[in-house]
C-alpha cells in the first residue's frame, strides 16, 4: 500500500545534493520565501498568524518580515550568515525565520530550556553572527569574549523599548537574496544524548518537500488553521506548523506553552481544524472535566508522533469528536520532519504502526551486517527521501557514520509488513536484553499508557548480575495507583518477561531535552545512583 490512491502533485526523480537520485515534486517553489510569497498569492488577506492579541494576515506578515531583512542589512548581515533564534512561541519567532529566508540568511533554531553551556557551544559551532532573543533569558548569553563571532544581540519583549521593534521599524526590503534550493536554510541542533549535539543542515528543498508532504496527504488548504501548541523551535514546529501553514496559506494559532485547559478554550474560539502534539497532550485534554462544553467539531486532523497513541484515547477522541481524523507522524530532525504518515482512516486498523512511508520517501530495514532484511523482521529503518539533509554542520566525521548513498541511519529499530506499513520498536541503545531475550520499551510504553491513572512513562535497563538487565519502569501518574495493579495491567497484555519488575512512580513529569524527547539517560544515572 502506498499515497499513489491520493490526489498528490507529480513527481520526478532529479539529483539532490551530489550523488543522490530521489523522487521529488515537480512543480514547487524554489526557495522558503517563494513559498511564503506564493501564500501572499493564494490568500493575501486571510489570517496568516494569530498570536494573543495579534491577528496578521499574509500580506502584513511578508511585510513585516521584509521590514526585518532591512534590519538585517542595516547590521550588515549578507546571505550565508547565521542567524540564531533564542525565543519562546510568539509571532516574533516566524517573523525572523522568515526574514532571514528573504535575507538568504540561516536561521539556527535554539530552545529556550538550554542553558549557558548549551547555548554557547551551539553559537560557537555554527558562528553565528547575530542572536535575537527573549530579553528574559539575556542571562543566559555567554559573553561576548566567549563566542567572538556573535556581534549583534536583539532583545525581544512586549513593551515599546523592544529591541527587536527597532530592527522592524525599517522601510521593507525589496527583491529577496537569491538562493539555491540546496543552500542552508535552517540548522537545528540535534539532542546530543550521547557526545556533543550535531547542526542539521536542512536546506530549502529539504523544508519545501516537507511542507508539500504534509499539504497533500493531509490535504490542507487555505481555509485550515494549525495551533501549534509544541515548540517552535523544535523541527515539528518550524516545519509541521509553521512552514506548512505558509505551503497551503492557512492560519497559525501560536499558544506561548501547552496547558490543557486554555488549549481547549484557545482551540474552540479559533476554530482549529488541524494539529501535531504528542499523545499525552492529547491525553491531557481528555482528562480536562469540562472538555465536552467545547465546541472542538472543526477539528479534523490530529497529528502525533514520538510516542504510540494509547487505544483508549482513539476511541475518547473518536466518540467525543466523530470528526477527527487521527494520524501517525512519525520522522526526525535529519528527516526534515515527516518519513512515515497514516491516513487517517487507516488510524484505527492499524495501532501498532507508524504509517506507510510518505510519498517519495524509501525506507529499508538493516541488520547488523548492512544487509536489509526479509519484511516483517526487525533491524535499523535507513531512510532516503527529498526530505533528507545533507548532512551536519562543520562536522564531516558525523556526516561520514550517518549517511550511506542518501540514506540516514536513523538509530530506530523498526520493521516493515507485507503491505509497507512501518513499525518502529525502540532506538537501538534502549532496547533491554534480558538473559538473551529482547524487550522494546516502546512496547511496555504504550501498554503503560493504556491505564487511565498513566499520564506518560519510561522504561529502561536495570543492570541485574544474573540475567544482565531487567525490566524498570519510571511513571507519571495522575492518580493514586500502586506498582502491583500497574504490573497487573501489564501482565494481561504482555509477556512474563516484559512487565517491568521495578517501578518508580511519581507525579513529576519525565526529564526531556531541548527537542522534548525523554532523557532515558539521566534516568538510568538516577536509578544506578539510588542503587548505589
Not at 114 to 138: F, S, T
Not at 495 to 512: C, I, N, Q, W
Request: glycine share 8%; aromatic share 6%; charged share 20%.
Amino acid at each position: 500500500m502506498d499515497w499513489s490512491q491520493h490526489a498528490l502533485p507529480p513527481m520526478r526523480l532529479e539529483p539532490r545534493f551530489g550523488d543522490r537520485v530521489v523522487p521529488a515534486f515537480a512543480e514547487r517553489p524554489a526557495s522558503l520565501w517563494a513559498m511564503i510569497a506564493d501564500a501572499v498569492a493564494e490568500n493575501g488577506d486571510g489570517e496568516a498568524l494569530v498570536c494573543g492579541a495579534t491577528r496578521l494576515s499574509w500580506r502584513e506578515v511578508a511585510e513585516q518580515s521584509a521590514k526585518v531583512t532591512a534590519g538585517f542589512s542595516k547590521l550588515g548581515l549578507v546571505p550565508g550568515d547565521r542567524v540564531a533564534i533564542l525565543l519562546g512561541n510568539r509571532t516574533e519567532f516566524v517573523l525572523t525565520m522568515f526574514a532571514a529566508a528573504h535575507a538568504g540568511l540561516v536561521t539556527v533554531l535554539l530552545s529556550t530550556r538550554q542553558q549557558r553551556p548549551e547555548i554557547a557551544y551551539v553559537l560557537n559551532d555554527c558562528g553565528a553572527k547575530c542572536l535575537v532573543h527573549e530579553a528574559m533569558l539575556a542571562d543566559r548569553i555567554p559573553d561576548a569574549a566567549d563566542i567572538p563571532s556573535l556581534t549583534h544581540r536583539i532583545a525581544v519583549s512586549d513593551d515599546s523599548a523592544s529591541q527587536f521593534a527597532a530592527l522592524r521599524d525599517n522601510a521593507p526590503a525589496q527583491a529577496p537574496a537569491e538562493v539555491r534550493e540546496e543552500d542552508t536554510a535552517m540548522i537545528l541542533y540535534t539532542s546530543g544524548t550521547t557526545g556533543r549535539p550535531k547542526g542539521a543542515m536542512l536546506a530549502h528543498c529539504n523544508i519545501i518537500h516537507s511542507s508539500m508532504v504534509f499539504a497533500s496527504c493531509l490535504k490542507l488548504t487555505k481555509a485550515d488553521r494549525s495551533i501549534a501548541a509544541v515548540p517552535l523551535a523544535h523541527v515539528t514546529g518550524a516545519v509541521a506548523n509553521v512552514t506548512t501553514m505558509a505551503r497551503c496559506a492557512g492560519a497559525l494559532i501560536i499558544m506561548p506553552e501547552f496547558k490543557a485547559a486554555e488549549y481547549l478554550k484557545v482551540a474552540a474560539r479559533e476554530r482549529v481544524s488541524y494539529t501535531v502534539m504528542v499523545p499525552a497532550m492529547y491525553n491531557l485534554c481528555l482528562m480536562q472535566p469540562d472538555f465536552d462544553s467545547y465546541d472542538l467539531s472543526n477539528w479534523r486532523i490530529g497529528g502525533f508522533g514520538g510516542a504510540p497513541m494509547p487505544v483508549a484515547t482513539i476511541e475518547k477522541l473518536d466518540a467525543k469528536i466523530p470528526g477527527l481524523k487521527l494520524a501517525n507522524c512519525y520522522g526526525a530532525t535529519e528527516t526534515t520532519s515527516p518519513s512515515t504518515l497514516m491516513p487517517g482512516e487507516l488510524t484505527a486498523a492499524h495501532i501498532d504502526s507508524v504509517g506507510l512511508p510518505c510519498p517519495g520517501a524509501e525506507i529499508v530495514v538493516m541488520g547488523a551486517d548492512g544487509r536489509e532484511v526479509p519484511r516483517g523482521e526487525i533491524g535499523e529503518l535507513w531512510i532516503r527521501s527529498a526530505s533528507v539533509i545533507k548532512g551536519y554542520w562543520n562536522n564531516p566525521t558525523a556526516t561520514a557514520e550517518s549517511f550511506t548513498a542518501g540514506f540516514w541511519h536513523s538509530g530506530d529499530l523498526g520493521s516493515i509488513d507485507a503491505d509497507n506499513f512501518v513499525r518502529v520498536f525502540d532506538r537501538q541503545k534502549d532496547m533491554i536484553n534480558r538473559g538473551g531475550l529482547k524487550i522494546y520499551s516502546a512496547e511496555v510504553e504504550s501498554v503503560l499508557a493504556g491505564h487511565p491513572a498513566v499520564i506518560e512513562s519510561a522504561i529502561i535497563a536495570k543492570p541485574c548480575p544474573v540475567l544482565g538487565e531487567r525490566v524498570h519502569a519510571v511513571i507519571v501518574t495522575r492518580a493514586e495507583v500502586n506498582a502491583e495493579s500497574l504490573r497487573a495491567w501489564c501482565a494481561e497484555q504482555l509477556s512474563d518477561y516484559k512487565v517491568p519488575e521495578t517501578m518508580a512512580l511519581t507525579s513529576d513529569p519525565l526529564p526531556r531535552n531541548a527537542n522534548g524527547k525523554v532523557i532515558k539517560r539521566q534516568l538510568r544515572e538516577s536509578l544506578t545512583a539510588a542503587g548505589a
